[in-house]
């Protein structure tokens, strides 16, 4: 397949095995994840599952009366639509790209087929829905127990980490659907990480202008994700 992005920028691709990756290259598609695309909504059964190389998307928890939280971030390093191939077919949450990029799509046949063998596929796709599942624990625990400029820090690594730059377009709007926060408030944290020269704010992009002192400020959370994506899939989280 030749396409102008290679399906295994993608950490989950990378990891598949050579014979597994002959099966799999015909069927991948790609496609453009614009900013605020849905990949999928509550309740509805999935018909893909995509794989983002250089985009963003948000797995969001949205309410009755329309307020929202992200309980978590896939990118570069994972796969979205995971209640797929684990047998449910559709999940209450819905996903959301919160950074616009391409990615690559399989259908829903392709995919529980493939899981279906029992072999590296399965226990790939079962290892990085162990690490996700880490993921939205420690979201909530976040949530409930730090302080919401910690909660901004931990979520500006965690895109970082599923994006090859620094940068981040993203409006205090947005970020405050993600946090389930009112918008003033990411305004104030955004603004005292500014002034701690961690970032710079303006327009809808941040840049990132100190990492190392943006994970000493964040709370235990972000190294707890990251060390269980790591060690659940070394060779699917690029350094």
Request: glycine content about 8%.
């Amino acid at each position: 397949m030749k396409t102008e992005l290679d399906p295994r920028e993608n950490g989950l691709l990378a990891s598949l095995p050579e014979q597994e990756w002959k099966r799999w290259q015909p069927c991948l598609t790609l496609i453009d994840l614009p900013l605020g695309k849905v990949l999928y909504e509550s309740g509805v059964i999935q018909q893909q599952v995509y794989f983002p190389t250089n985009a963003i998307v948000s797995l969001l928890y949205v309410l009755g009366d329309g307020a929202s939280a992200e309980i978590a971030v896939v990118g570069k390093e994972g796969i979205v639509g995971i209640s797929l191939f684990m047998g449910g077919g559709s999940t209450p949450s819905r996903a959301v790209v919160q950074s616009a990029g391409k990615g690559f799509q399989v259908s829903s046949e392709f995919m529980k087929s493939e899981f279906d063998r029992s072999g590296p596929v399965m226990h790939l796709m079962l290892r990085y829905t162990q690490a996700l599942i880490t993921q939205m624990s420690q979201t909530a625990v976040c949530n409930r127990h730090h302080s919401l400029d910690q909660q901004l820090c931990r979520w500006l690594l965690l895109s970082l980490d599923r994006l090859s730059g620094s940068e981040l377009v993203m409006t205090q709007e947005l970020i405050a659907n993600m946090l389930g926060v009112r918008r003033e408030g990411v305004t104030d944290a955004a603004l005292k990480l500014q002034r701690a020269g961690l970032i710079s704010y303006a327009r809808g992009h941040i840049s990132v202008l100190n990492r190392p002192g943006l994970e000493q400020r964040t709370c235990e959370c972000y190294d707890v994700v990251k060390k269980e994506y790591e060690r659940l899939l070394p060779h699917s989280i690029a350094s």
